[in-house]
């Protein structure tokens, strides 16, 4: 069973930021927080990842607490094409199975 | 961009037929793996592949189930003798080999037995 904690759902203004919560309070200090993305039934797309500190990328920035027990993905410009289930899943190092949970759908509204 | 692909996109086949799912990974990738997700479920992990050799299966990746790398640049998934529930979107992922590295997936293949 996926080991995170996301919202069922949430709703995003176009051209506002995307801030999507993630906790992982039984993370392990060798896991890393990893974010995919699925839009429609195509196939998980790669976003982000991160051990402690903070990341960022050309689609994203992660914010992971000092604890490390909970995380936020935060697109800074959502579109309409970000339109998504976005999943947030921790993951022990080396070459281990994704395991996803139901993911938070989010939905820019123009 | 490399990306991961798959053919074919859409597959119908009857019960009980044997179907082959082929993926490129990436080039230089050397971990492969495949994953499934049944219409409005969760995605699921079948099984890791590397050093041609099955490296992690999942409960679901039974008998009826086998992997193959056949050459340099092709790895396939193929179900022997298909069932109503192994209708489901069939994902290929590949990543390079090393510590916590991140997999790519590919569009994924649409399986329906009918």
């Known amino acids: 069973d996926a080991k995170t904690t996301q919202p069922t759902s949430m709703d995003c203004a176009e051209g506002r930021a995307a801030n999507l919560p993630c906790n992982h309070s039984t993370i392990s200090g060798n896991e890393y927080v990893y974010w995919y993305r699925q839009i429609h039934s195509q196939g998980p797309q790669y976003i982000i990842h991160g051990l402690k500190n903070n990341e960022t990328n050309e689609m994203a920035s992660l914010i992971i607490t000092e604890d490390r027990k909970s995380s936020t993905l935060i697109l800074p410009h959502a579109t309409l094409r970000d339109t998504a289930v976005y999943y947030c899943?921790?993951?022990?190092?080396?070459?281990?199975?994704?395991?996803f949970g139901k993911g938070t759908r989010l939905s820019v509204i123009a | 961009e490399p990306e991961v692909t798959q053919t074919p996109s859409h597959q119908v086949t009857q019960m009980g037929q044997e179907v082959i799912l082929r993926c490129v990974p990436i080039s230089n990738h050397l971990y492969f793996y495949w994953y499934r997700q049944i219409l409005g479920q969760k995605v699921e992990f079948l099984v890791s592949?590397?050093?041609?050799?099955?490296?992690?299966k999942s409960e679901i990746f039974d008998d009826q189930f086998s992997v193959e790398r056949p050459d340099g640049s092709n790895f396939t998934l193929k179900i022997r003798s298909t069932k109503l529930e192994d209708s489901a979107m069939y994902f290929c992922?590949?990543?390079?080999?090393?510590?916590?590295?991140?997999?790519?997936f590919g569009p994924g293949t649409r399986l329906l037995v009918l």
């Open positions: 592949f590397y050093n041609n050799e099955i490296s992690e």
């Open positions: 992922a590949s990543s390079i080999a090393g510590v916590g590295e991140t997999q790519y």
């Open positions: 899943i921790v993951r022990v190092m080396g070459n281990t199975p994704l395991v």
